[in-house]
């Protein structure tokens, strides 16, 4: 199998070359995503779409310029991401919640691409006591080295769960009897006035755009944090901490 480990400047090990990435696929080989060259056709294309989307492995087209840096030696048009957590899915984590007596406490990510503002999110989520994180396939921020380190080592510790979209994974939470609360700056009811103790996931946008309209209609209601200045928002992260905060506190009585 090609492996490179010592690639400068690269943050992530990799696996590259056709038959290498599909055998590790095939063998539980833990990737955060696969890199296939644009312009790549044919048997080899069909065959590794389908792999990535039973294994439920994110699958992103790059140019051939794009690949090259992550690697100079002849990968063949595949590149494989080795990710430094198992994935879990949401179906499976729920259920042990409960079995614990429980109430869930969920974290959604809604395209939170900043690597430093994940691994800051995933340690205030894991202190204030969440059960687990939820991202999406695709447009979220690569659990990479930088990740890890600014999590103080939540991310070993608190489950991430990675569904098809933001959308599928508030259904699925729904149908298990978690209320689906999303932060918005249009909103008027504070998050403390909510019920907290009882099963409730909550939902961050994206650093810039916020919550994707999509998914602010999927959710069950819609809060906001009170605030006094003139800046327009709470940094992410932040913003993160103090919504876990309130979760925790109500629950601690």
Request: glycine share 10%.
């Amino acid at each position: 199998m090609h492996y490179n480990k010592k690639e400068k400047k690269k943050k992530a090990d990799i696996i590259y070359g056709r038959h290498p990435v599909l055998e590790g696929i095939e063998n539980g080989v833990n990737l955060e995503k696969v890199f296939l060259q644009q312009g790549t056709r044919g048997d080899f294309e069909k065959q590794l779409r389908g792999l990535c989307r039973q294994h439920e492995i994110p699958l992103q087209v790059i140019p051939k310029e794009r690949m090259n840096k992550w690697t100079r030696q002849n990968h063949q048009g595949v590149i494989g991401i080795i990710g430094l957590i198992r994935y879990y899915k949401l179906e499976d984590v729920l259920p042990g919640i409960y079995e614990k007596n429980e109430a869930p406490f969920i974290v959604l990510l809604d395209g939170v691409t900043d690597v430093r503002n994940f691994g800051a999110i995933a340690r205030s989520a894991e202190i204030c006591g969440a059960h687990a994180i939820v991202v999406p396939n695709k447009g979220t921020a690569q659990i990479n080295s930088e990740a890890m380190k600014t999590s103080a080592g939540a991310l070993n510790i608190i489950p991430v769960c990675r569904d098809t979209s933001i959308v599928n994974a508030i259904k699925t939470l729904q149908l298990s009897g978690v209320q689906v609360l999303a932060s918005s700056l249009d909103a008027k009811k504070p998050l403390h006035q909510f019920d907290l103790t009882n099963p409730v996931a909550l939902v961050l946008g994206a650093e810039g755009e916020g919550i994707s309209q999509q998914v602010l209609r999927a959710a069950d209601e819609v809060f906001i944090i009170p605030q006094k200045g003139q800046t327009d928002s709470f940094n992410v992260s932040v913003a993160g901490g103090i919504m876990f905060y309130e979760v925790m506190k109500g629950r601690m009585g």
